[in-house]
């Protein structure tokens, strides 16, 4: 059983810093990424960023790069995301997530949580 608890979030000015932590428990492999997205109500799920299991490979949603930076912490298989420079049309709900293969594809997901930028 895989358990994302994800911690952080909430309402900030536009122009502030939020940041967002998840911890993963359970059977994980190793090799893995991990990533946050996001979603709004009436629009799909969409990439925030991914992170690679050592932490060398990073990637963002264009919209984020240069604002968002993207973290882990492999001894205590926690992922985050710093948050910088906030707008307005960043708010949304947030999720974590790890996803690997191994025979097959496995995926999991945070609970998600809120974030609402004030402009």
């Known amino acids: 059983q895989v358990q994302l608890v994800e911690s952080g979030g909430g309402l900030v000015p536009a122009g502030g810093p939020l940041r967002h932590s998840c911890v993963a428990s359970g059977n994980i492999a190793s090799l893995n990424t991990m990533g946050w997205y996001r979603q709004v109500p009436g629009k799909q799920r969409e990439v925030v960023g991914t992170i690679n299991n050592s932490g060398g490979s990073t990637n963002y949603l264009d919209a984020v790069r240069g604002r968002f930076t993207i973290s882990r912490d492999n001894d205590k298989n926690k992922v985050y995301l710093q948050m910088d420079s906030l707008k307005a049309e960043d708010t949304a709900v947030y999720y974590c997530?790890?996803?690997?293969?191994?025979?097959?594809?496995?995926?999991?997901w945070g609970q998600g949580t809120q974030v609402s930028v004030s402009s």
């Open positions: 997530n790890v996803k690997w293969v191994w025979f097959r594809h496995y995926e999991y």
